[in-house]
């Protein structure tokens, strides 16, 4: 009788892997799915608006808002902060959009407290940063917008009081503030922030689709930019540690090179010696890249090694920046944070 020569089952079956041949299959095959679960959420109310809905002819229609997910009342469990846009038209109508706070009911719900909360500034949002600038234990928000930004500070109660005028960071109008990120990049143990700036942006004096050489895609009319639209330069503010902050942009270097288009704020370790930012006070460097839409610019802050008490609080958090991009963007930080 021939001998057949053996399979691959009989050598699975001799090795005593069979039984485990197709649970290891299985796993190969499992997939991670994701579901929409905003409307169950309670999150569908949340209308997000970016000038008009169909027809878009300028850059900052084209754009959406950031995110942060933080916890904004310490109890433990992430709620939604949602930057909103706003339009020509509804402006125009005096019609006024907000961003919008949902707080986490621990259910798999969350429940709206824009209002509640006092988030009711109404502007044409791009991207929000989170961190507790004035060491007092509660995340406090910045909103950057196309214009004006806010700076929400966190009462601890709840509440959020916008404090942008006081502190010294709402910037002029003319800016159209990108991204964001607060870091503490002196090492002083208090949170410093900067502001990504995109373009100068003026639709009195940008054309429409169409309307200009950068104004079209392989021949189709598209909003003109950022081609062809000065770009913004970028803000470093100093935290002084009594509520207000100083522009550090030109003795810092943070300035040049100047208008670079910045949309996002990317915290890298790019040197293998440092760390970045508020949880990286252990070491010895900090980097801060942007993107800009002709190339990277890396800025590195001056070595320290204090260990302050922000530092030991905040080292074990986890910040992570996400960025939509298209013809620019706009950048939304959000961290976790262990047990307190
Ligand atoms: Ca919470
Ligand atoms: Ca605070
Ligand atoms: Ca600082």
Redesign the pocket.
């Known amino acids: 009788m021939t001998r057949r020569a053996p399979s691959r089952r009989d050598l699975l079956w001799t090795l005593g892997l069979l039984p485990l041949a197709p649970v290891a299959g299985a796993q190969r095959s499992q997939e991670v799915r994701f579901t929409d679960v905003a409307a169950q959420a309670g999150l569908a109310r949340a209308r997000n608006l970016s000038g008009d809905p169909v027809d878009k002819q300028f850059l900052i229609e084209e754009m959406g808002g950031g995110v942060a997910l933080f916890d904004f009342d310490n109890d433990g469990w992430l709620d939604i902060f949602l930057v909103n846009g706003s339009s020509f038209q509804g402006a125009a109508s005096g019609r006024k959009s907000t961003s919008y706070l949902f707080r986490n009911n621990r259910d798999g719900t969350f429940t709206d407290v824009t209002r509640k909360a006092g988030l009711t500034y109404s502007g044409w949002g791009q991207g929000c940063c989170v961190g ?9 928000l910045f909103v950057s917008y196309w214009g004006r930004n806010v700076l929400y ?2 009462n601890g109660n709840g509440t959020f009081t916008n404090v942008s005028e006081k502190a010294g960071v709402a910037g002029p109008g003319g800016r159209w503030g990108a991204g964001c990120c607060f870091l503490d990049y002196d090492r002083d143990g208090r949170l410093d922030l900067f502001v990504a700036n995109y373009v100068h942006f003026d639709p009195k004096q940008v054309p429409r689709a169409g309307g200009a050489a950068y104004c079209r895609f392989n021949e189709i009319p598209v909003p003109c930019g950022p081609q062809g639209l000065a770009g913004g330069t970028n803000v470093l503010y100093r935290n002084r540690g009594d509520g207000t902050f100083e522009d550090v942009s030109e003795r810092s270097g943070i300035a040049n090179p100047r208008g670079p288009s910045s949309t996002s704020f990317v915290p890298r370790n790019w040197r293998p010696a440092g760390s970045y930012g508020m949880g990286a006070t252990l070491r010895q460097a900090c980097s801060i890249t942007t993107t800009t839409t002709a190339r990277s610019v890396k800025s590195e802050s001056r070595p320290g090694a204090r260990l302050t008490r922000t530092a030991r609080r905040c080292r074990a958090w986890a910040w992570a920046s996400a960025t939509t991009t298209g013809t620019g963007g706009s950048t939304s930080s959000a961290r976790t944070s262990p047990t307190r």
């Open positions: 507790d600038y004035d060491n007092d234990g509660f995340d406090d500070h966190n």
